[in-house]
């Protein structure tokens, strides 16, 4: 937990200089603050989330060095694997949407997602998985018929 926490506050730092030189003078509109230069807001709080960030690396670093642990471990496949099957499933519904109607491919996402939580009660999954995909078939039609979409 504390090689995860070194990187992780690393990666927030680094996010967090980016929102510093890059990000907020170059996009940053109009503060919504009152009485505030518009970009102050935002850059008083990136700069609250560097610091964070670089307190939580330094502390990480110290607690690894007192163990005696590296900071780069590689793990095994299946922690690996563990990481990433989520993305790779959203992944996959990403691409399904892409190339089928939402309403097609939604009943599929949630029932595998229920499957995958342990549900085995067919009739769960099948009215889990039908109801919204109906809901929002039968709110695109009226939308449609309306003229709004």
């Known amino acids: ?40 807001l935002a850059t008083l709080g990136a700069w609250l989330i560097l610091g964070c960030s670089i307190v939580l690396t330094v502390v990480s670093a110290i607690a690894l060095k007192r163990r005696g642990e590296s900071i780069v471990a590689i793990p095994d496949l299946g922690h690996l694997w563990h990481q990433a099957w989520p ?7 990403i691409v399904l949407i892409d190339r089928f109607p939402l309403t097609w491919v ?25 109801v919204p995909t109906a809901g929002l078939y039968g709110l695109t039609a009226h939308l449609m018929r309306i003229g709004v979409v």
């Open 1 to 40: 937990m504390i090689r995860k926490n070194f990187w992780s506050g690393l990666g927030v730092a680094a996010l967090a200089v980016i929102l510093l030189t890059w990000i907020i003078p170059t996009y940053g509109g109009s503060g919504f603050a009152f009485g505030m230069q518009p970009q102050r």
């Open 87 to 93: 993305f790779l499933y959203v992944l996959g519904f």
């Open 106 to 130: 939604a009943p599929l996402l949630i029932g595998g997602l229920l499957l995958l939580l342990g549900e085995r009660r067919w009739y769960v999954v099948v009215l889990t998985a039908a």
